[in-house]
């Protein structure tokens, strides 16, 4: 996987990676703030995934 889009924010570009219990994460390439926007999103969405 190479791109995420999240409908509402846009495409992130992401590296996927393994994590501890067989679980994977992302971490997020872009040169904008993923986190910052990610942040706002959700609080203004209400919505926060799990």
Do not use: D, H
């Not at 219990?21 to 703030?33: Q, Y």
């Amino acid at each position: 996987m190479q791109t995420v889009t999240i409908s509402g924010i846009g495409e992130f570009a992401v590296e996927a990676r393994w994590r501890q219990m067989a679980k994977i994460g992302f971490a997020f390439l872009s040169k904008r703030g993923a986190r910052f926007q990610l942040v706002a999103y959700f609080a203004s969405s209400g919505e926060y995934p799990v």
